[in-house]
């Protein structure tokens, strides 16, 4: 049949066109397709086969490569990124919106009295309430924020060209989504809510660290004015719940 190469260079009707599958160890990988102008000699064709069989490796190789590198940047009980992970790609947000003038907003939340949920329902139940509050925090967010668990039942989501106005509107959101999901160990009901904090790059900040260090103050903010809140640290320091605007009162650290 009559067939158009249309290519980078020039467009040509094909005289021969060749499908390989490129395969290794018996698993096909993907499909090498070449077409000419001209007939392949026998010469080109053993060229061709030689290198089949070394692009079935190299592509191997690299899917073996990006399977590893994907294992490495996530968390395997929740799947969301690690924290080694996250703090690359905050550091890399931080610093273009430092370069571009733009906003960047963090939100770090953890689960209200989680050890109470462990101690009392088990550790099994537990993690399976790590793996919900992920799966329905997932749902709230943008497509471009950045997920990460930063520790233990504590997450952070990185959230490149939002403000503080963005980024806590998304945290309420999420922590009534949270509050909302009906959590369950069998029979028992189990009651889980969170508390965030939010924070925006400031043209103040040295580094990603300060953005960090600033979430983290309005978090334990929210915990210390109550729990299953959201908190935003306002520019002078004082710390305010976005749903109604009152001062917090940020006391000493609060565990959790």
């Known amino acids: ?17 060749l499908v390989f599958p490129i395969a290794f160890e018996e698993t096909t990988l993907g499909t090498l397709v070449i077409a000419s102008d001209k007939l392949f000699g026998k010469d080109a064709m053993w060229l061709l086969r030689i ?11 690299a899917l073996t490569h990006d399977r590893l590198q994907q294992i490495a940047s996530r968390d395997p009980l929740t799947s969301l990124y690690n924290r080694r992970f996250g703090m690359d790609r905050l550091k890399i947000e931080f610093e273009q919106a430092a370069r571009h003038h733009g906003p960047v907003g963090v939100i770090m939340f953890d689960i209200d009295f989680f050890k109470k949920i462990n101690d009392t329902y088990g550790h ?14 997932r749902k709230v967010l943008r497509d471009t924020d950045v997920f990460i668990r930063y520790g233990g039942e504590e997450f952070l989501i990185v959230m490149p060209g ?8 998304v945290a309420e959101r999420l922590r009534a ?7 369950s160990d069998g029979e028992h009901v189990i009651p889980v809510t969170v508390s965030c904090g939010v924070a925006e790059h400031s043209v103040v900040m040295k580094s990603s660290e300060d953005l960090l260090r600033r979430a983290d103050d309005a978090l334990y903010a929210a915990k210390a004015g109550g729990r299953n809140r959201v908190v ?3 520019q002078g320091g004082k710390a305010q719940s976005p ?10 650290l609060v565990p959790a």
Do not use: R, W
């Open 177 to 183: 989504a949270i509050e909302g999901y009906s959590f």
């Open 243 to 252: 749903a109604t605007d009152e001062v917090v009162p940020q006391g000493d």
């Open 1 to 17: 049949p009559d067939m158009m190469i249309e290519g980078v260079v020039a467009d040509f009707k094909p005289s021969q066109v």
């Open 124 to 137: 099994l139940a537990g993690d399976q309430v790590l793996v919900e509050v992920a799966a329905v925090t």
């Open 51 to 61: 290198f089949q069989q070394g692009m079935g490796l190299a592509l191997n190789n």
């Open 162 to 169: 939002a403000g503080c106005e963005v980024a806590a509107t």
């Open 232 to 234: 935003t640290l306002a």
